[in-house]
């Protein structure tokens, strides 16, 4: 087993084998998690919350959910969840997004340039699952972000359907209730 620690408001890449198991475990509780990941050996191939929302009918990931990639493949199957709240709708953080709401962008660390560094890429926007994320949305359509369910240790399991490299990052948004208000580590174990 392989066991990494995303410090607080850093990302990571990590290189996994089909059949290997991925436990994202929230420290401390109340921490989100930016999922991102290619199809070994390509770019241009890569987890798509939008094709997962269309495959799934829903915008929940629940136990034995699949994650699908831009080009309809499966990636991942849930195998447990400890939480049961996830996000499928936002951007990972990013020097914009950062601008836009709290004019603060200039060297705050990001989910987008901290996603881009581990995998070598330049993309200009990322959409990733964003596990223990909490948005809730009303019958209106109104979306709110609510503080994480997560508790210390609380965890979520997913199986590699395919060779593929992750990039994740540990939100780095201190200003709303997205991380509960304080940045805190991810822990990853591949086995
Ligand atoms: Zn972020």
Redesign the pocket.
Known sequence: MDNYIIQPQSGIRIDVRKGQRIEIIDVEGGQVA?FFAEIKGTHDEYVSPSVTIDCNETIKIEVGSIIYSNQYKPMFRVESDDVGAHDLLFP??SKNMYDFFYQNGLNHP??LDNINHALGTERTIIQPINFFMNTVVDENGKIQIKKPLSKAGDRIVLMALVDCVLGI?A???SECDTNSGRCTAIAVKIR
């Open positions: 930016d990972s953080c990001n989910c990052s939100c780095s948004v």
